[in-house]
C-alpha cells in the first residue's frame, strides 16, 4: 500500500506570497492532519480533517487554513507569509475515528525569505 | 510545565546495549500513547502505540506505561547504530472536541559501534 505523499518536497517563497500544499493520505484513510516542525517548537498540531471536516484546529493563526477532498486528499494554505513561518510541514494520515496512530508523508520544507 | 516531556539528551548508549527513553505527561486523563522514531532529515515513523498500563514488546522495542505515575518509557533491546536518532513521544488528549496528539520534544539517542 503506498504511503502518504506530499507536494511539493521543498517551496522557497518571499515575505507576503502565499502557498498551498498538498498531502495524500494511506489508501482508506479518511483523516489527515497537518503539523509544523521547528527545531525550537517542535511538532506543532495545525489542524485535522475528517470526511472533509475540519475536526480539530491548533494555535495557530487565521493565516493558515486547510481543507480536504472527497477523496481524502487534504491541502493546507498558508496566506501572507511570514520569516517565522519556515518549517517542515507534515501532513499525517490515520484510518479514523478510532484510532490515533498516524502516519507521516515526508513533509514539505518551506522556505521564507 | 510542558504536557508533554522527555529529556532532550543526546542518550548515547554503546552498540549492544539497551537504551531507556523516557517520557512524562501532564493529562491524567490519558488513554493513548505513542513512541515515533525520526531520523535526521526524515519525518516520524511510528515504532509502537500503548494503551494499558504494563509492557508492550515488539522486536528489540518494548514500551511501558503506568498511568498512576503518569509515565511512559521506551526500551530498546541490543542497541544498533541504526537505531540513532531522534525518539518522540506522543500522547493523545481527549478533552471534548479538543482531541488530538500532543508531542515531547524528542530525545537524541546516539548508538556509538
Known amino acids: 500500500k503506498a504511503g502518504v505523499t506530499q507536494t511539493p518536497r521543498y517551496l522557497i517563497k518571499t515575505r507576503g506570497q502565499q502557498v498551498t500544499l498538498s498531502c495524500s493520505p494511506i489508501?482508506?484513510?479518511?483523516?489527515v492532519s497537518w503539523y509544523q516542525q521547528t527545531p525550537g517548537q517542535g511538532l506543532q498540531f495545525l489542524f485535522e480533517?475528517?470526511?472533509?471536516?475540519?475536526?480539530n484546529k491548533g494555535n495557530f493563526p487565521g493565516r493558515f487554513s486547510g481543507r480536504q477532498f472527497s477523496n481524502s486528499r487534504s491541502e493546507m494554505n498558508v496566506s501572507t507569509l511570514e520569516l517565522g513561518d519556515s518549517a517542515l510541514y507534515l501532513c499525517?494520515?490515520?484510518?479514523?475515528?478510532?484510532?490515533?496512530?498516524?502516519?507521516f508523508g515526508p513533509g514539505t520544507r518551506l522556505t521564507v525569505t | 510545565q510542558k504536557e508533554v516531556e522527555q529529556n532532550s539528551g543526546p542518550l548515547s548508549v554503546p552498540e549492544g546495549a539497551i537504551a531507556s527513553l523516557n517520557c512524562t505527561y501532564s493529562?491524567?486523563?490519558?488513554?493513548?500513547f505513542f513512541w515515533y522514531r525520526q531520523y535526521s532529515g526524515k519525518s516520524p515513523e511510528l515504532i509502537m502505540s500503548?494503551?494499558s498500563n504494563g509492557d508492550k514488546e515488539d522486536g528489540r522495542f518494548t514500551a511501558q506505561l503506568n498511568k498512576a505515575s503518569q509515565y511512559v518509557s521506551l526500551l530498546i533491546r541490543d542497541s544498533q547504530p541504526s537505531d540513532s536518532a531522534t525518539y518522540l513521544c506522543?500522547?493523545?488528549?481527549?478533552?471534548?472536541?479538543?482531541?488530538?496528539?500532543?508531542w515531547g520534544l524528542g530525545t537524541s539517542l546516539a548508538v556509538n559501534p
Open positions: 493529562d491524567r486523563v490519558s488513554q493513548s
Open positions: 506522543a500522547v493523545k488528549r481527549d478533552a471534548g472536541n479538543n482531541r488530538k496528539l500532543i
Open positions: 489508501s482508506g484513510h479518511r483523516s
Open positions: 499525517a494520515s490515520s484510518p479514523g475515528q478510532s484510532t490515533y496512530e498516524q502516519y
Open positions: 480533517y475528517f470526511s472533509e471536516t475540519q475536526r
Open positions: 500503548i494503551y
